[in-house]
Structures are given as C-alpha cells and as structure tokens.
Nanobody
C-alpha cells in the first residue's frame, strides 16, 4: 500500500492544520499506522500512532496538541494539529509501522 499525504502549509504559531493521508489500498488490515516527521538536519521521528481499533499514542512533544484518527472505510488517516509551535516545522509522513517505503510527505511550516 502507498500513502499520499496532504494538508500541510504555512501557519503562524498557535494555529492549526489538519493533515490527511490517503492509502492506495485497504488500511483496515494494518494494526499500526503512524504519522512521522522529519525536520531539516534531524532524523525522522514518530509523533503519533493509531491501532486498527482506534487507540492512539503520541510523542511527548505533541501530546495534548495533536490528535490522530483513521477512517478505514475511506482508507484515510488524519492528524489534527493544534497550538502549533515553530519546532513543529517539518515534512510530515504517514506509514505503516515498520515499513521502509515512504511517500512524498507534506511540508508544515510554523512561523513565530
């Protein structure tokens, strides 16, 4: 399955964005799907993960500000990002946990 991320953009600190990730096939068979991000000069990091049944977990840096959800009927996962900070600036990707095949990602830039 391949993912296409969208919804990124430029936003001021304190603002919100909602990212979407559409899969080319069924996502219901995957237990864990994650949102990752990679800032310039840094390694890619996992910021949110959702199970097949909808349970979620978040990196400490985004906990309380980001919310991940999934719509298995539409083969889409979402990341609602609130109270954005300049340090959230990165390219955001979604992927099945453990997969090494990555999409293009979507750029999120938060200005101070």
């Amino acid at each position: 399955v391949q993912f296409v991320e969208s919804g990124g953009g430029l936003v001021q600190a304190g603002g919100s964005l909602r990212l979407s990730c559409a899969a080319s096939g069924s996502t219901s068979r995957f237990n864990g799907i994650g949102w990752y991000r990679q800032a310039p000069g840094k390694q890619r990091e996992l910021v949110a993960v959702i199970s097949r049944f909808g349970s979620t977990d978040y990196a400490d840096s985004v906990k309380g500000r980001f919310t991940m959800s999934r719509d298995n009927a539409k083969n889409t996962v979402f990341l609602q990002m609130n109270s954005l900070k300049p340090e959230d600036t990165a390219v955001y990707y979604c992927n099945v946990i453990g997969s090494a095949t990555w999409g293009q990602g979507t750029q999120v830039t938060v200005s101070s």
